[in-house]
C-alpha cells in the first residue's frame, strides 16, 4: 500500500513506499550530523588518503544538504542491488513485477521463486555482486574527484563504505536477507525443498532475536524493525512453501466442488431468501436459463436488498471475480484468489462453475491426514 512508481528500469517499475519517504529526511538529518560527518569523513580520509574540513563540509547548510544527497545515494545504491537480483531473476526466465524502496531498504518482487539450488544461489548472489560493484566504482571515482570538491568526495567515499558495509551485512544467514537465500540453496542441494526453507527460517529467527537485543540494548530502533521483519517473513515464507509442498501435484479439477447448488438468475431474491432457508447454504451459483454459470450470490445480496420480489438474483449476483482454469495447479490457483474467498472455474471457453478458498482448505485437510497416516505406518 501507499507506493509511488517513480522510475521504470528494463520494463521494471521502481516504486517508493511512503515509509521511505517520511524516512528520508530523517535519515539525512542523521547523516548530516555532527558525529556522523565527521566519522565518515574520517573514514573517507582513510580510503582516498584525501584530507576533509569537517568544518567546512558542516558550515551553513552544508550537513543537511550533505546527508540528503548522501541518502538519495545510498537508496539508489539499493536499486543497483535490486536490480542485479531482477537481471540475474530474468536470465532463468523469471521477471521481476516491481522494485519497491521502503525504509528497511528494497524488495524486488519476482513472479515465482526458483526451487533450484544452483539458480536460488546465483539470484541471491547478484544483489550483494551489484553492491560490491557499485561501492568499488565509488572508491576508485574517489581518485580523480579533485580535492577542492569535499562534498563530492565526502557523498562518494559514504556511498563506497556503506555500499560495501551493507554488502557484508546482507549476507548474513538471516533468511530471508540474501544470506538466508544462500544458505537456502545449500541446504537445498541434499535436502527437500521444504526442509530447507524451514530450516532456514529458524536460523533466519535466531538471527532476528539477535538483532532485537542488539537493538534494544545498543540503542539502534532500526535493528528493532529488521529483527521484526526478519521474523515475520522468514515464518510467512516457510509456511508458504510448506503450503505449496502439500498441494503440488493438485489442479483447480481435484478442488473445486462440481456439484455446488445453482439458482436460476431469474429467481427473486424473495425466493432465493427461501431457498437459502432450504439448503442451509448461504452461497450459491448462479446459473442462466441455458444452464451457464453467470456468477455467484450469497447473504450479502440479501442484506443489502432484503426479500425484495422484484429483485432477481441474476441482478445483485457477484460477476467480476478472477478466473482460474480446471488445469491450473491448486496453489497457483489459491495464489490468484489471494484477496478473495471466490473465483470461477473455466474449462478453458467457459464458466463452468464456483471454487473457494474453503475448498483448499478442505484438500490440505485430506492431505495432512494422509501424511500423518504414512508416517504412522
Known sequence: MYNYRIATVWGIPIKVNISLVVFLPVLAWIIGGTNQITLYAGLVEALAGVPLDVETLQAGNNGLVLGGAAAIGLFASVTVHELGHAAAARRYGIETSAITLWILGGLASLERLPKEPGRELVIALAGPAASVVTGVACYAVLFVVPASAPSVVFVLGFLAITNLTLTVFNLLPAFPMDGGRV????????????????????????????????????????????????????????????????????????????????????????????????????????????????????LDALREHGRDTGTLVGDVAETDLPSVDLSTGAFDALREMDKTEYAFVTDGTEIVGIVERDDFASLLELTGLSQRDRFAQ
Open 183 to 298: 544458505l537456502r540453496a545449500f541446504l537445498a542441494r541434499n535436502r527437500p525443498y521444504v526442509d530447507a526453507t524451514r530450516l532456514a527460517a529458524r536460523v533466519g529467527v535466531v538471527f532476528a532475536i539477535l538483532f532485537a537485543l542488539v537493538g534494544l540494548f545498543g540503542g539502534a530502533p532500526m535493528l528493532l524493525l529488521l529483527a521484526l521483519f526478519v521474523y515475520s517473513a522468514a515464518n510467512g515464507e516457510s509456511r508458504v512453501v510448506a503450503l505449496e509442498g502439500m498441494l503440488e501435484g493438485f489442479m483447480v479439477k481435484d478442488v473445486y466442488d462440481a456439484d455446488r447448488p445453482t439458482v436460476d438468475a431469474d429467481l427473486s431474491l424473495d425466493a432465493f431468501a427461501q431457498r437459502v432457508l432450504d439448503d442451509r447454504i448461504d452461497h450459491h451459483v448462479v446459473v442462466d436459463r441455458s444452464g451457464r454459470v453467470v456468477g455467484l450470490v450469497g
